[in-house]
């Protein structure tokens, strides 16, 4: 079987690293990627949203299955430009895909179907919101509608800056056309967990649970970012936890995206809040998180192309989804200024000793090639992820990997999986 992956990220490679176990692949193609998914892959430049060209790649490479990793061409409908012309596709159509797509549609469609969330309204008009918020309780959320790497969410702890983050979002557009509606919601206190799942259209099971740190400094300070490192699975996600969320939140979206016309076939992450009142949902992706996707799948025991073709054909039902009795720990090597302003282009040492050391990984999230060097070539360049018999073994183990790697200005948080410690 040949099979293309569609992305240049962490979670691209991580997928990429489970295709490659496959028996049933032959060759992987990837459009794209990145210097490090062109180990297991032969990588093309065509950029993720340029549909015409990833389809005509695909028919000329003659390729089986192909799997979208990123957002934006989900959301944009490459999957459905794809299967128009006979290819097989893992992800979500256009219509589906809005899940992510539009926060202001998964909020109406969580209070549709009394899936539990945040208390929330939504904006189209500006001067509309900077008037609902002065009446508001703080502190407050203002999330950007649309698609905004991970970056349109601001918590405001006062008036103030929720007027400056109405400027932000919806009057100064820094997040684009993602800002042109806005939700805002109330604020809420817990745990968060991150849960992905695979879907059929009816069926869901879900993976192993994972937390992310989204801050760019240590104790969750300074700027949102797509993820500074993450931890598999979380203590706060016990099984009291995992059975309210099965009946409340995860079969009651597959149900509810049925019943709006929309059924959902691909990969749900559910962005929880353990609140005291009970699991709630933070947001919906489309798509394999990034970075959770690096510490559950090396923990998946699947084949993930049995996985991946069960849910095209419907027949999710019948797959028993396995992980190991252990965990996984990634940390984001990350140059310094990210998420504003980095620099790109500085070599990278000591990628070669992951070949040689089993249960250590070296994601790459933002590298290439500069002639026979791997260079840095975005602001989260490497997701060091390392597998342990429990938490604190995992995270010390990835933390130790970290010191293997070099290249000037980089930069990580050196509290990634502190939680676990309290847990």
Partial sequence: MKVLIVGSGGREHAIAYSVAKSDKVDKIYCTPGNAGISEYAECAPIGAMEFDKITAFAKEKEVDLVIVGMDDPLVGGLVDCLEAEGIRTFGPKKAAAILEGSKAFSKDLMKKYNIPTAAYENFTD???????????????????????????????????????????????????????EMVIEEFMTGREVSVLSFVDGKTIKTMTSAQDHKRAGDGDTGLNTGGMGTFSPSPFYTKEVDEFCQKHIYQATVDAMRAEG?????????????????????????RFGDPEAQVVLPRMKNDIIEVVEACIDGTLDQVDLQFEDNAAVCVVLASEGYPVSYEKGLPISGLEKFKDEEGYYCFHAGTKFDGENIVTNGGRVLGITAKGKDLKEARANAYAATEWVQFDNKYMRHDIGKAIDEA
């Fill in 126 to 180: 500006p001067e509309k919101a900077l008037s609902y918020l002065e009446t508001a309780k703080y502190p407050i959320v203002l999330k950007a509608d649309g698609l905004a790497l991970g970056k349109g969410v601001l918590i405001c702890n006062t008036l103030e800056e929720a007027k400056e983050g109405v400027r932000t979002i919806m009057q100064d557009k820094k997040f684009g056309d993602a800002g042109n």
């Fill in 262 to 286: 929309r059924p959902f076939k691909g990969v749900i992450f559910f962005g929880l809040m353990l609140t005291e009142e009970g699991p709630k949902v933070l947001e919906y992706n489309a």
